[in-house]
């Protein structure tokens, strides 16, 4: 049972995603973003210790650590999925050219805005609410496992099933 503060914060983010277009662009943006974000905060060189692999700690383990807290906090299998994901970025941005996570980068806010201007005409919900930067992926992870389901209303738009 998903807790109620949860709940409250995927409503929320679910009436700034009605549009089932946007919906999509945010299921091929919201990935990237995260790649590119955990790739750059990788790029962030804190420390240098011989014993982790590339010898140097990065900030990107430290927000992913922070970032992972507050998703179990928030629901913890849904947590567990998007804090994976997350951790697995890590390596993957290390495999990629700084060009190629700086495209990320560019493609993904790209198609996450044009959801929200073109098909959704509202301002993306983080700019209103910046804990919705963290809402967003763990919102469209309960989606994908149907863990929050979107149900139409009876006026033909969508609303959050409760």
């Known amino acids: 049972m998903m807790n109620?503060?949860?709940?409250?914060?995927?409503d929320e983010y679910a009436s700034s995603h009605q549009h089932p277009t946007n919906r999509l662009t945010h299921k091929i943006a919201i990935p990237l973003i995260v790649l590119h974000i955990v790739a750059m905060l990788d790029w962030v060189r804190l420390a240098s210790v011989p014993q982790l692999p590339g010898g140097v700690l990065t900030?990107?383990?430290?927000?992913?650590?922070?970032?992972?807290?507050?998703?179990?906090?928030?629901?913890?299998?849904?947590?567990?999925?998007?804090?994976?994901?997350?951790?697995?970025?890590?390596?993957?941005?290390?495999?990629?050219?700084?060009?190629?996570?700086?495209?990320?980068?560019?493609?993904?806010?790209l198609v996450q805005l044009a959801g929200h201007s073109v098909w959704e005409k509202k301002s993306p919900s983080f700019l209103t609410n910046m804990v919705h930067a963290l809402v967003g992926p763990l919102f469209f992870v309960a989606v994908l496992t149907g863990d929050y389901a979107l149900a139409p209303r009876e006026s033909g738009t969508p609303q959050p099933v409760r």
């Not at 928030?74 to 700084?98: E, F, H, N």
Request: include cysteine; glycine fraction near 8%; aromatic fraction near 10%.
């Open 4 to 10: 109620p503060r949860t709940r409250a914060l995927f």
């Open 59 to 109: 900030l990107a383990p430290g927000v992913w650590l922070l970032a992972t807290a507050w998703y179990l906090r928030a629901d913890p299998k849904l947590g567990a999925l998007v804090s994976a994901a997350m951790l697995l970025c890590i390596p993957l941005g290390r495999l990629l050219p700084v060009w190629a996570v700086i495209a990320l980068a560019v493609g993904g806010w």
